[in-house]
């Protein structure tokens, strides 16, 4: 398969051998449901939202949007991030956030090593 296969099947694995160890969530997952995915990440951490407590799961839900931190002012800046130590211009941190974009980005070569 590939050492990234390789990679998140182990801990694939190892979610399901220790599923209050290691939480394996799925960004397709996080797209198509993310209020569930947020009250499934509370739980895992020990820190469930209260029974009714709709206005806090959509908060966190707005906070953690890619619209939202797309448009942050530490985002905008034209700067690099000194993050990774090369320098990566801010603005690539956030692409469009819709599931199968990365084929817009990958050459065949690439895509063909990922398989």
């Not at 398969?1 to 694995?13: A, C, I, S, T």
């Not at 619209?67 to 002012?73: G, V």
């Not at 801010?90 to 817009?104: E, H, I, Q, Y």
Request: proline residues 4%; contains cysteine.
């Amino acid at each position: 398969m590939g050492p990234f296969w390789d990679h998140v099947l182990k801990y694939r694995k190892a979610s399901l051998e220790r599923p209050q160890k290691i939480m394996f969530l799925k960004y397709e997952d996080l797209k198509r449901d993310p209020r569930g995915q947020v009250k499934k990440l509370a739980e895992f951490m020990g820190r469930p939202f209260k029974f009714g407590d709709e206005d806090s799961i959509d908060k966190m839900v707005w906070r953690c949007s890619l619209e939202r931190l797309k448009n942050l002012d530490v985002k905008k800046g034209t700067g690099r991030s000194s993050l990774t130590g090369i320098g990566i211009p801010k603005a690539s941190f956030f692409r469009l956030g819709v599931v199968g974009d990365w084929k817009n980005h990958f050459t065949e070569e690439m895509d063909d090593h990922l398989d």
